[in-house]
């Protein structure tokens, strides 16, 4: 490998990836590196081998703009390539006392560092980092507990934005990000959903003149849709369950003759925040509900 004396270090990541058309077979990189070996080629994420399925177009290495590898194989459409530079950490020459000091070796040695710190810094930008404002967290807050203590355990941020492992399971994490979910999109929804509806607090019939009801209560209740005649077909109620009570708002009938179609204990419950809309069918005298 024939280089200059100075080959100018462009600041670029060493980092190309595209997603190949039919047929693609050449690739270019925009970025200086010293030797073949650092250079490393994934196709849809399986690591190619260097000759084998791909070779370097002439004057790739050691440019400071770049080159180009050339695949062995064509590519299908759709086929994500990846180049990147993976230099060896490693310092393979000295100096001698009162021996030569030539700029050319010492331009070399010193892109060669520069190339090391590119490839760290963007690692490092891939990576989950602090931010800069973040002044308060210490560094211990933030070191992975050992192998030991995370072993089938789930990562969490406590209290204090320590970094935590912590028995749980998926029902756990599910529950976390329905109770985030809820208070900050759905509770403040519901709440203006709800301004003026009629509020019930106890168990009692609807009146069929309030047509947006909602549920206010720390008891298990139980609210009756009104009976009906066939000059109601179609009337419907839109009934929120506006509490934060573990017990659930029940919805049954006052008419005997009517019927809700495929009851079950879920579809006549109404859980902390949730809705339904319940609609009159007079020629069947059955309550449809909508979730």
């Not at 770049?66 to 020459?93: E, F, H, W, Y």
């Not at 789930?154 to 749980?168: P, R």
């Not at 003759?257 to 079950?264: D, E, G, V």
Request: charged share 20%.
């Amino acid at each position: 490998m024939n280089m200059a004396t100075f080959i100018p270090i462009n600041d670029t990541r060493p980092y190309n990836s595209y997603v190949a058309a039919a047929n693609n077979t050449n690739f270019v990189f925009d970025w200086f590196v010293q030797k073949e070996e650092y250079v490393t080629v994934y196709k849809n994420e399986v690591k190619l081998l260097y000759i084998q399925d791909y070779s370097f177009m002439p004057n790739s290495i050691g440019s400071a703009t770049g080159g180009a590898i050339q695949l062995a194989l064509p590519c299908a459409s759709g086929d994500i390539i990846v180049i990147m530079r993976n230099s060896a950490i490693k310092r393979v020459t000295g100096y001698s006392e009162s021996g030569e000091f030539r700029a050319s070796t010492i331009n070399l040695e010193i892109n060669y560092v520069l190339t090391l710190i590119q490839e760290l810094s963007f690692k490092i930008g891939r990576c989950l980092v602090l931010s800069e404002t973040d002044a308060n967290t210490l560094p211990g807050d933030i070191i992975l507990p050992s192998v030991n203590q995370r072993k089938k355990k789930y990562l969490y941020f406590d209290e204090n934005g320590k970094l935590t492992a912590a028995n749980g399971t998926n029902i756990d994490i599910y529950n976390d990000l329905y109770d985030a979910l809820y208070n900050n999109f759905l509770a403040p929804w519901r709440q203006q959903l709800s301004t003026n509806w009629k509020s019930y607090s106890s168990s009692s019939v609807i009146n069929k003149s309030h047509r947006r009801i909602k549920a206010v209560t720390t008891v298990a209740t139980v609210l009756q849709l009104p009976t009906l005649t066939d000059a109601d077909d179609g009337l419907d109620f839109f009934i929120l369950n506006d509490s934060t009570s573990v017990f659930p708002c029940v919805i049954s009938l006052q008419d005997d003759t009517a019927s809700i179609p495929n009851s079950t204990a879920r579809n006549n419950l109404l859980f902390p925040g949730e809705s339904k809309r319940y609609f009159y069918n007079a020629a069947g005298k059955e309550w449809n509900f909508l979730e």
